[in-house]
Structures are given as C-alpha cells and as structure tokens.
C-alpha cells in the first residue's frame, strides 16, 4: 500500500491539481464578495454563503485525496453502477424534488439538498467512456445509437424537471465523441440547425411583402422560400457545371436539406411556444434582442453587463464593487459570479481568470494525449469539454451573449453539488493519470 501512495504521489499531474486548488479558492474569495454581510464578517460563518462554501470545500478536499486512495480498476468497474444510481436520483427529482429558481431539480436529504444533475455529469462521462473505450472504433449506428442513449437518457429525466440550461450541458459530450471518430459532418449539421434555430427565432414575428405575389408571408415562411430558392439554384448549378458522377449524391444532399430545413423550421416553432415556459421564451428573446425586458427577466443580464463594464481595465478593487455590494445583481454569489470579477477587478482580472480555466481544460486535454489507456483518454476529454462548454455558457450569460439558463461557473459559483460534481471529474482523473505508467489500454 506504501508502494501504491509513494507512485500516487510521485505521477500526480501537479499542473491541474495546482490549477484546482487555485480556481476553487480564488472561487471562495469572489464568494465572500458576493455575499459579504458587515454583521458577518467571518469567513467561516456558515449563516452566509461562504460559510457554507468553506464546508463543501474541506468536503471536497477530503473526497479528493479519497478518490486518490481508490485504485483506477475500481473506478471503471463503478461507472454502470453510478450511472445506474444518478439515473435513479434524476427519476425522484420529478417526483420529490423541491423547486428552486422554476426548476424542480433539488432532493432534499435531511437538512442537506443535493442537484443529481451535476453528479449525472460525472456518472455519464464514467460510462460513456467505459463504453467507448471498449470499441475497436467508434462506427456504425448501432455503435452511435447506444453512445447517444447513453447521454440522452439523464438528458430526458432532467427535462421533466424542466431544467434546461443543465440539460444542454450534456451537449459537451458530442465534442468526445467527435474526438473518437465521429464525422465532422455531423459537427457541420449541428451548426447549421442551430443557425437555422437562431434565424427561425429572429423572422418568426416578422412579415414579408412578395411583390409579384402581391401578399404577405410570416418570416419562417419566407426563410423556407429563401432555402427553396437557394436549393433551386444548386440542382441548377450542379445540372450545368458538375460531373455527372456526382450530381446524384449532390440532388441527394440539397434534396435533404430543403425537406429537413421545411421540417426542422415547423418542429422548432411548435418546441419552442408548446415545451419551452414562458421564462425560457423570453430569456431566449431577451438574448437575440427580440424582447426588451430590462426590469423583467433581462434584468439580472442588463444588471451583469454594467457591473463588469464599470470595473474598466483594472476594476474597483476587492470589496469594494457597488453593484456588487448593494446586492443589484441577482444570484451573484452562484449563476453571476463572473460579473463580481468583473466589477472588481476589471478586465485584467476576467482575462486572469478566463485565461487559467482555458489552461485547465488544455492541462486535460494535455493529459488524455498522453495515455497509454484509451480509458483515461477519453475520460480526459469529457472532463476537457464539461468544463469548456461550461465557461463559455457562463461567461456568456454574464456579458449578454447567451441566454440565463442558470449554469454555474465551475469551482467558482456557490453550490456544494457543482463543487463537489466538479472535482470528482478533476480528482478521478488526476488518480487515472496517475496510473498512466502501468496502464496498457
């Protein structure tokens, strides 16, 4: 056993375990800021928030140097049984769980609540990764179809607690799969539908007059004219100027495209005012500019932008943000926490930060090109892309480029589930790297 510590101990990735303990307390500080009460000035209260965070962080701690006392075979040998049992979790919540924030995606377990969402993160990479790493080679669609069960089905149960911000988080894993073979067409399909989505959006209160027609049409009609006309143009283009071997694959292609956009455009519509709430309507329209609700639900984004924007180059100094202070900016201390980075310490202070999250998730990528085991490759990646789409989400809903669908910045925000989903991923994969040496596939 001393042998096993000693080698644990030696091949430990330094880099990202410095970089955890660096974000996590840095996260702390900007907590206490966010929350901070005269009448509390102890960082260890726990009748604040950073209270509070003090106690999951030494939780979290002692898990970490737990899961390093865990041998990497056992770590696989779990991955069915904890996807089994967040997916058990995921199916109480509609039933049990206690709503926060609209969404119904809390269990409360004695005087502790808990999100299985965010342990759901960490149970779908374990497993999908287990499933991939026994592969020959990521093809065909009975090989596709499982790998997407496999992340679509915690994606269903957390919809029916109509959580949707976390439920497209479990997106990040598409970029896994592309590492593992996937076709970058299928990337280049999933752009162009959201592109399709975004301008389906911005037409769908819009009307166009047809002159020759002498009519009007709503704007989702006239973008399907607008594709119809494009497509039409192609079949003309590819009959004069393309080799007739290949024309049959190229009508085969546009013909798709024109039937799959006519479809596509009609299904989102009904999605978007038939499954999505209001809530989610409007945010989604305050974000393309289609809705002006600064007092409404644009008013923790509007509250964001300005908080950052007035911490200029260098910001305002610790605890001394007024926006941050006067409590204008909702659920700072959590979803908003960027925006106190912000105002404090400007823009050198969110470059700072943006900048060590991009060299985490590079350390991790870094760190699965290095295994001998397929295992620990592609479970670096998935960590890799949580943690990506995460902050890009994040930041993105703090400057008013993304829509607030509340996801936490990483390590940063205040919450002991994500702070505790967050570095199971990160200590699981310091304890699988740490193995690299004896590890053979």
């Not at 006239?222 to 009508?251: D, E, H, N, P």
């Not at 499954?275 to 409007?282: A, G, I, K, P, Y």
């Not at 943690?387 to 829509?403: D, K, R, S």
Request: overall charge positive; charged content about 15%.
């Amino acid at each position: 056993m001393t042998a096993v510590r000693d080698s644990i101990r030696a091949n430990m990735d330094r880099p990202l375990t410095a970089l955890y303990l660096l974000l996590l307390f840095a996260g702390w500080a900007n907590i206490y800021s966010a929350a901070y009460n005269p009448d509390h000035p102890n960082l260890f209260d726990t009748a604040m928030e950073y209270g509070n965070q003090s106690v999951w962080i030494v939780v979290c701690l002692v898990l970490g140097a737990a899961v390093m006392m865990v041998h990497g075979d056992f770590i696989k040998n779990m991955a069915v049984p904890a996807y089994s049992v967040s997916l058990l979790l995921l199916a109480l919540v509609p039933v049990l769980g206690k709503e926060v924030g609209g969404n119904t995606n809390w269990l409360q377990l004695g005087p502790v609540r808990i999100q299985p969402s965010e342990f759901a993160k960490f149970a779908t990479a374990l497993v999908l990764t287990r499933y991939l790493s026994g592969l020959q080679a990521f093809r065909g669609m009975r090989t596709r179809a499982i790998a997407t069960a496999i992340i679509l089905a915690p994606v269903g149960l957390i919809l029916l607690g109509k959580d949707v911000g976390t439920a497209l988080t479990f997106g990040a894993f598409i970029l896994v799969l592309y590492r593992e073979g996937l076709s970058g067409n299928i990337l280049l399909l999933a752009i162009g539908v959201a592109i399709l989505a975004v301008l389906s959006l911005i037409l769908r209160e819009s009307m166009f007059h047809i002159p020759f027609w002498g009519r009007e049409v709503s704007g989702q009609y006239f973008l399907i004219g607008i594709i119809t006309l494009t497509c039409l143009f192609a079949f003309w283009f590819i009959s004069r100027f393309v080799l007739k071997g290949q024309r049959k694959r190229l009508y085969g292609f546009i013909l798709f495209t024109l039937i799959g956009s006519a479809v596509f455009i009609s299904a989102f519509d009904f999605v978007f005012e038939n499954v999505l709430s209001e809530r989610h309507r409007t945010r989604i329209g305050v974000t393309l500019g289609l809705v002006y609700d600064p007092q409404g639900l644009g008013y923790n984004a509007e509250q964001s932008k300005t908080a950052i924007g007035s911490g200029g180059l260098i910001g305002k100094g610790y605890l001394k943000g007024t926006f941050t202070k006067y409590k204008y900016v909702p659920e700072q201390q959590t979803d908003f926490i960027f925006c106190t980075v912000g105002e404090e310490w400007g823009f050198a202070g969110t470059t700072l930060v943006v900048l060590l999250f991009g060299a985490l998730i590079l350390r991790c990528i870094q760190i699965g090109e290095r295994q001998r085991s397929r295992f620990t490759r592609i479970y670096a990646y998935c960590v890799a892309s949580i943690f990506f789409l995460h902050l890009m989400i994040n930041v993105g809903m703090a400057i008013g480029l993304a829509p607030v669908i509340g996801i936490p910045l990483p390590l940063f925000s205040y919450g002991g589930s994500s702070l505790v989903g967050f570095t199971l991923l990160l200590a699981t994969l310091v304890r699988l790297d740490a193995e690299r040496l004896s590890q053979l596939r």
